[in-house]
């Protein structure tokens, strides 16, 4: 029987891992932490190790390093679960000898399974092995295994779904001691722990199939992780990108399983920014989403854009030569497509004034330049999520319908 | 051949030979340039990382260009502009010690006071130059350690 390792820190994660491997005919053993899983791998000599990258204290990418410098495991395959949004994370991770890296927002035990047999084989089911001896068929029937995966996947969910309220109330404590915080200490104590909260429901909606709570949280567990390792970047900007991811995932958790068919929906994002550097970071940060943009540098180019289709989401850029973010966006007001289009305005002039100047000219969000990477895709994920669940009504062109738009580079 | 599963992450490009470290700086000293944001704007490719340092150096070596016209001319509104818009792109990649004196120019130029501009400029001229030595020196690509294996 082949043997597997769970290093996951979080234990409804690693149970309901462990529990389908064993159920579909592996050995399997669960370590909650880096150290522990490294003495547990020399007892246990398993054949994979299933390794969550974001572990408290030793590192999975420190864990994978060690593992690789004992000559008894070099070869050992080592699958690691990440968070798509922690690229460097992961390309640390590859460096180190990670066998193969999955991304936890949609891993439901099924498809770590299908992984597991395609990289080392085994996974008979216990009571398919014995069948096997007796002169039964050699295979299940497809229809009976699928009924029995949907089967646990709809236990899972529905045991995610009730704990969903307390879930959110813990998040929203969590907040509320973040933003009272007054000494930096504090505060990043507030952060991390919220960090924490939110790592698990990512890995919970992950394998419960809840995709868009997923990769919110993922999202935001990146941010936070950011804004914890340089504190310098916690600012009043950041903090408001937190509070309103946190009060989103609480609209998606109201929400539970009516939204958690699709992915990222496809959105059309238009960027305005007449600086090319700029614009190429806003782009990438939304590419981080996969979410695909139109760049364009002139605002009264972007406004002939406006006229002629509809787009999900605006970044505008403030100050600009021949009409400002605050101009583009009084006008693009005036069009019947985008009354209600989400404008967020980019800037580095962030005071009161400036506030209250986007809030006039019909902006909804802003975002201080220079912005995280990260935070700015948290943010788009917020828009284009809200405006795909509570959808506007669409009464023009949309770029993806016209071919003449493609998405753009700068 | 069976397709990449959605949810299995493949590996990017090479990545960026990693900071030279024969020459510590010393803790308290800012660096010109925050690698890590590079590094995260390009997922560490360091082709896209050279690509973008280039594109940097050429808009730059252009405004400064402008921005000392500017200042000989005594054109406030001009200066504003034109620092503005260098600061907005140096802060996105993580130009620490550069912003500070667009903004400052930025400033005077808001205020219509140009007073110290000319000198602020030649610091932000000599800043722009280490920042150009701090970057050929960490982007010149490394040779690979005897001995090293190639996956």
């Given amino acids: 029987m082949k043997k597997i390792l769970i290093i996951e820190d979080d234990q409804i994660v690693s149970n309901v891992y462990r529990n389908k491997l064993v159920m579909e005919g592996y050995q399997a053993e669960v370590a909650l932490d880096g150290e522990t899983g490294l003495k547990v791998m020399r007892t246990f000599q398993p054949d994979a190790i299933v390794l969550d990258l974001m572990l408290p204290n030793m590192s999975g990418v420190d864990v994978i390093r060690q593992i690789r410098s004992e000559a008894d495991f070099s070869k050992l395959p080592i699958i690691v679960f990440s968070n798509t949004y922690l690229t460097n994370l992961i390309q640390d991770a590859w460096k180190a000898g990670a066998t193969k890296c999955v991304s936890k927002i949609n891993c439901p035990p099924k498809d770590l399974l299908d992984l597991m047999r395609r990289t080392i084989g085994g996974g008979e089911a216990v009571s398919h092995a014995r069948q096997k001896t007796e002169g039964a068929p050699a295979t299940k029937p497809a229809t009976v295994v699928s009924e029995a995966d949907a089967e646990f996947q709809a236990e899972l969910r529905k045991t995610l779904i009730a704990s969903l309220p307390a879930t959110l109330a813990t998040l929203r404590a969590g907040l509320q001691s973040l933003v009272k915080s007054d000494t930096e200490v504090a505060r990043l104590k507030h952060i991390h722990e919220l960090y924490r909260r939110v790592h698990a429901v990512n890995g919970n909606a992950g394998i419960a199939g809840l995709v868009p709570i997923a990769h919110l949280a993922a999202a935001l567990e990146a941010l936070l992780k950011e804004i914890y390792e340089n504190p310098k970047n916690i600012n009043s900007s950041t903090l408001r990108t937190v509070a309103n991811a946190v009060d989103f995932l609480g609209f998606l958790f109201e929400r539970g399983p009516r939204s958690d068919k699709q992915g990222i929906p496809s959105a059309s994002i238009l960027v305005v920014d007449d600086e090319a550097i700029s614009r190429r970071a806003i782009i990438y940060s939304l590419e981080k989403a996969q979410l695909q943009s139109i760049s364009v540098e002139d605002p009264n180019a972007a406004f002939k854009l406006l006229s002629e289709n509809q787009f999900d989401l605006v970044f505008l850029d403030v100050d600009m030569p021949g009409m400002t973010g605050y101009e583009l966006c009084t006008r693009l007001r005036n069009l019947p497509l985008h009354k209600k289009t989400p404008v967020v305005f980019i800037t580095g002039l962030s005071d009161f004034d400036n506030r209250t100047s986007s809030m006039m000219a019909g902006g909804n969000d802003f975002i201080a330049k220079p912005f995280l990477f990260i935070e700015l895709t948290v943010k788009a994920l917020i828009h284009v999520l809200r405006g795909k669940l509570q959808p506007r009504p669409v009464t023009g062109n949309h770029p993806a319908s016209n071919p003449q738009l493609m998405p753009s580079k700068c | ?151």
């Fill in chain 2, 1 to 151: 051949m069976k397709n990449t599963p959605d949810n299995e992450l493949t590996p990017a490009a090479p990545t960026a030979p990693s900071p030279k470290t024969d020459t510590p700086a010393p803790a308290d000293e800012v660096q010109p340039v925050e690698m890590d944001r590079l590094n995260d704007l390009t997922d560490g490719d360091a082709d896209s990382i050279r690509e973008l340092v280039d594109m940097f150096y050429k808009q730059t070596t252009q405004q400064l260009a402008q921005l000392e016209a500017a200042v000989r001319a005594n054109k406030a509104d001009d200066v504003r502009r034109v620092a503005h818009s260098c600061a907005g792109a140096s802060a996105t990649l993580g130009m620490t010690r550069f912003v500070p004196l667009l903004r400052e120019l930025e400033k005077q130029g808001a205020a219509g006071a140009l007073t110290t501009a000319a000198q602020v400029y030649e610091d932000a001229a000599r800043e722009f130059k280490h920042i150009q030595n701090y970057l050929a020196a960490r982007l010149t690509p490394a040779a690979p350690p005897p001995g090293a294996a190639h996956s």
